[in-house]
């Protein structure tokens, strides 16, 4: 892969890679360094892609993957975040949103921003987190429903 195909790849994913991350992790500081570890990995991946979806697909499960894996290390179970992601919210109604989202459970976070952030549907959602659609339809349910506590009746998702 030379330089102009690994920087054409960068643009187009580097936005989604890093919110994905910063949406599981809920840390600026780790998501970078995941994003940096999945294009690192891409790199290396020689085997094609039948399309830009399919690719876009395995991206996000092998960043779904690294954050799984960060999470669970030694290092991160006994550290404290540097800053809060929350930050990087302007209004006070994001910011609202932000920190309800971020008070989910870390699977009802991954589906919530794959749903509405991403825009992926239920079954490639399923497809990205190794979930069946009952599963993922599930978990947005339950996502829904615990944000519509903490955000009141008047925000409607």
């Avoid at 990087?88 to 109604?93: I, L, R, S």
């Amino acid at each position: 892969m030379d330089n102009a195909q690994m920087t054409a790849i960068y643009q187009r994913m580097k936005d989604t890679v890093y919110r994905t991350a910063l949406s599981y992790c809920r840390n600026v500081q780790d998501a970078e360094d995941i994003t940096h570890d999945v294009f690192l990995i891409r790199f290396r991946h020689e085997a094609p892609f039948p399309d830009d979806r399919a690719e876009k697909a395995w991206m996000l499960r092998v960043t779904v993957n690294q954050c799984k894996n960060l999470l669970k290390s030694f290092r991160r179970r006994f550290t404290v975040p540097l800053e809060d992601a929350g930050e990087v919210c302007v209004t006070e109604d994001e910011h609202a949103v932000w920190d309800a989202v971020n008070a989910l459970p870390a699977a009802y976070r991954l589906v919530i921003h794959l749903y509405y952030y991403e825009g992926y549907s239920v079954r490639e959602i399923g497809e990205i987190t190794g979930k069946s659609e009952t599963a993922v339809q599930t978990q947005l349910y339950r996502a829904r429903k615990l944000l519509k506590k903490a955000l009141g009746e008047e925000l409607e998702l």
